[in-house]
C-alpha cells in the first residue's frame, strides 16, 4: 500500500510530503490522521530543527476529501470535529519548530488553512489559494480567517471569504499570501534550500525568534480561531447549508433563507 504521507529526515530538516497527487492531496480522515501523527512527531524529536511540508503531484493540497464532506469518522459533535482539527493548525503555529511549506496548484480550504500555518510559503507559479467555504454553507473553521488576515489585512481577506474566489501566485505575492514565487521547476530546490538554511541554525535561536515574532498575532490569531468553532459548529446547523450541499449534488443555484 502507497503511503498518502511521507516524512523523511534530511540532515536537521525534517521533511513532510502529501502523497495523494491522484485526488490533488485531499484529505480523508486517514490522511489527516496520518499527517497529524507524523506532524507531531517531528515536532517532538530532537533529530530537526526544522520542517519543511510539500506534496507530490499537481496540487499542494485541495482541502477536505469532498467524498467525505459531512462525515465524522468517529461520530463525534461538529464541535470536537473542527476543535481537533484545529488544534493541529495552532499546533503548527505555536511550535518551536520553524516550518516552510512548498506551494502549488491547488491551496484549496483546509490545504490553504494548511500553507498559512506554516512560517514561510514558497510557491510556484501554478498556485492558487483560495477558502471556498462560503460556497458550500460554512465558512473556514481551522483558522483561515484569522492567519490570512494577518498576512493580507482586513479587507482583502473579507474579499476571500465572503466571494469564495482565488488567488493567483502573482496576486499571493502582492498582497503577501506566499513569500517567494518561483517557475514550477524550481520550486522544490528553491523550498528545500531555504529550509535547509533554517535548519542548519541554532535551535534555541530559532525557537525565540518564532515566540517573539508570534507575538505580534498569536494570541489574536488562537482566540478568533476559536470565534470560527462557534460560528461553524452553529452553521453546519442551519437550513442554508443544508440547502448549499443540495444545491451542489443537484448541480443548480442555491436558495437561500437565512435560516
Known amino acids: 500500500m502507497v503511503e498518502e504521507v511521507l ?27 496520518l499527517f497529524q501523527s507524523l506532524l507531531h512527531d517531528a515536532l517532538e524529536e530532537s533529530e ?15 482541502g477536505r476529501d469532498t467524498s467525505v464532506l459531512g462525515h465524522r469518522a468517529r461520530d463525534e459533535s461538529d464541535y470536537h470535529f473542527v476543535r481537533r482539527h484545529q488544534e493541529g493548525r495552532l499546533r503548527m503555529q505555536e511550535s518551536t519548530k520553524p516550518i ?32 471556498p467555504e462560503i460556497n458550500y454553507g460554512v465558512l473556514p473553521d481551522t ?14 481577506t473579507k474579499y476571500l471569504v465572503m466571494t469564495g474566489k482565488s488567488l493567483d501566485a502573482a ?8 513569500d517567494f514565487v518561483v517557475m514550477p521547476e524550481e520550486l522544490d530546490e528553491h523550498a528545500l534550500e531555504l529550509a535547509r538554511d533554517i535548519a542548519s541554525k541554532p535551535p534555541l535561536n530559532l525557537a525565540m525568534a518564532k515566540e517573539m515574532i508570534n507575538l505580534m498575532h498569536g494570541p489574536t490569531i488562537r482566540t478568533g480561531t476559536r470565534a470560527e468553532l462557534y460560528a461553524q459548529s452553529y452553521l453546519f446547523k442551519t437550513e442554508d447549508y ?8 443537484e448541480k443548480r443555484s442555491p436558495v437561500y433563507k437565512g435560516k
Open 7 to 33: 516524512s523523511e529526515l534530511d540532515g536537521r530538516l525534517r521533511i513532510i510530503t502529501l502523497n495523494r497527487p491522484e485526488r490533488h492531496n485531499a484529505m480523508n480522515d486517514e490522511t489527516s490522521a
Open 100 to 131: 516552510v511549506a512548498a506551494l502549488k496548484g491547488g491551496a484549496i480550504g483546509g490545504g490553504c488553512e494548511l500553507a498559512l500555518a506554516a512560517d514561510i510559503r514558497v510557491a510556484d507559479t501554478t498556485l492558487k489559494m483560495a477558502l
Open 143 to 156: 483558522g483561515g480567517t484569522q492567519m490570512m488576515t494577518a498576512l493580507i489585512g482586513a479587507s482583502r
Open 242 to 249: 443544508a440547502e448549499a450541499r443540495a444545491a451542489l449534488r
Open 171 to 178: 496576486t499571493a505575492l502582492d498582497w503577501g499570501a506566499v
Open 48 to 62: 530537526s530543527n526544522a520542517i519543511l511540508v510539500r506534496a507530490n503531484g499537481k496540487s499542494f493540497c485541495s
